[in-house]
């Protein structure tokens, strides 16, 4: 197919042959290679995140729980010392703030029926149940967003059980609350959950398509520039002087024998010229012998 072409063609369909390679190379590498680094800042932060959350628990487990326990024994204060609700509670207050950035501890058991997890969480906890993984991360669409997430399971306790056990023994005020349904039945040793942090990716991914529309936008530009140069010496150095040797051998060729072949410059197509100017001087001599 390309024999059939001008030089100026093929040269061309060349460089768009180049062009598509090296764009379609150049956009997944440069996608891969900024979506990694867009996942690297979100597992950052996703893991600030969990340890902040985490940091909470435990500040709570070590200085005030016990403090509750001693001064109001009878009392059922969850908001001073269930770790769970008060990560919940905490979470709320930082959604505030970061509405996209999300906590939960999901539960297909839950007593807050707001703590339910959904297809996606439910799938992580038999993942855990299995024993596919001791902890989970990674992206995850969830209502048409992207996150990047990550996971660990909740275990019950013996110290867990007297609040989720049956609603018979649990607090009555917690029953009122939450209700006799679901939220109980825990056994020692039982996955019960999930603790799921979910940080948005949708802000680092417009600026990955940024990052990467300019990139491509810079490479289109840099052949464009380049098809327009060699165009231009193709045109002055190719086309040109073949089209004023074609000129000069049809005048010959007519019998006007005092064109010369003139060419510019020293490359081929000047070797092309000086060659026909011989070969147009051996032609005069050839048809002098002739003619006498
Ligand atoms: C003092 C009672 C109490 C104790 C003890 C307790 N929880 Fe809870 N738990 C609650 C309450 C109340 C909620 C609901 C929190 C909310 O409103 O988000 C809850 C929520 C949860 C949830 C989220 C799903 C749901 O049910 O809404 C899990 C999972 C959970 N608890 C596991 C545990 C584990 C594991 C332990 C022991 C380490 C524990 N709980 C100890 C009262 C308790």
Redesign the pocket.
């Known amino acids: 197919m390309l024999r059939n072409m001008s030089i100026r063609k093929r040269l061309m369909i060349i460089l768009i042959m180049v062009y598509t390679i090296t764009m379609v190379g150049a956009i997944a590498g440069g996608y891969y290679v900024l979506d990694r680094d867009a996942q690297l800042e979100a597992k950052e932060k996703t893991r600030l995140f969990a340890t902040i959350m985490s940091a909470n628990q435990t500040f709570m487990a070590r200085n005030v729980r016990p403090e509750i326990m001693d001064l109001l024994p009878d009392s059922?204060l969850?908001e001073a010392?269930?770790?769970?609700?008060m990560m919940?509670e905490t979470a709320k207050i930082i959604e505030e703030d970061f509405p996209d950035y999300l906590f939960k501890?999901?539960?297909p058991?839950?007593?807050?029926k707001?703590?339910r997890s959904d297809a996606f969480e439910n799938s992580i906890i038999s993942g855990f149940n299995n024993g596919d993984f001791e902890e989970w991360e990674g992206t995850v669409n969830k209502a048409g967003r992207h996150y990047y997430a990550s996971a660990v399971p909740?275990?019950?306790?013996k110290?867990?059980i007297?609040?989720?056990d049956t609603p018979e023994v649990a607090?009555p005020e917690?029953v009122k609350?939450?209700g006799d349904d679901s939220?109980y039945g825990?056994e020692v040793g039982d996955i019960?959950?999930c603790r799921f942090v979910y940080v948005p990716m949708a802000a680092a991914d417009k600026v990955t398509m940024k990052k990467l529309a300019g990139f491509a936008g810079g490479i289109s530009l840099l052949f464009l520039f380049a098809m327009l140069v060699l165009d231009r010496i193709i045109i002055s150095t190719l086309v040109k002087p073949i089209e004023g040797l074609v000129e000069v051998a049809e005048d010959i060729s007519r019998g006007k024998m005092d064109r010369e072949f003139e060419v510019k410059g020293n490359d081929e197509i000047k070797l092309l010229a000086d060659a026909f100017n011989r070969m147009k001087v051996s032609l005069a001599k050839a048809m002098d012998i002739l003619r006498k």
């Open positions: 059922y969850p010392s269930v770790g769970i609700v919940s501890i999901a539960s058991n839950p007593l807050n707001t703590n909740v275990v019950a306790r110290s867990c007297w609040c989720h607090n917690m609350k939450y939220g825990y019960v959950g």
